[in-house]
């Protein structure tokens, strides 16, 4: 069975990064229990401190779009857009269909 990934890079403002990177670290916590969610990783780029990356893989696109349902994660959103620096932009949508760790209780 494929899976449906996400990953993208988000720009904080200046100063910001490790704010950004709290706020979706939160973020991960909330969707670690909604339906679908195998992997939600939140990374930090050394030589760009106020970037951050967000990996994520879902069963299903429709799992992942009903994360934002999750209650919370539009608070954290609307508490993250003020820092992020420009318009967010969509990752890349990836179709996962193998590797490690992340087919367990399938």
Not at 37 to 44: K, T
Not at 96 to 106: A, D, L, P, Q, R
Request: aromatic share 6%.
């Amino acid at each position: 069975m494929n899976r449906y990934g996400l990953h993208g890079k988000l720009k904080a403002t200046a100063g910001n990064g490790g704010k950004l990177a709290d706020i979706l670290l939160e973020a991960a916590a909330m969707v670690a229990t909604a339906k679908g969610c195998r992997l939600y990783a939140i990374s930090r780029d050394d030589s760009e401190p106020d970037a951050v990356w967000i990996t994520e893989i879902w069963d299903t696109k429709e799992d992942h779009d009903n994360s934002l349902k999750v209650p919370g994660v539009r608070e954290l959103i609307g508490r993250a857009m003020p820092i992020i620096d420009g318009p967010p932009q969509r990752g890349q949508e990836l179709t996962v269909i193998g590797g490690f760790g992340i087919w367990e209780n399938t």
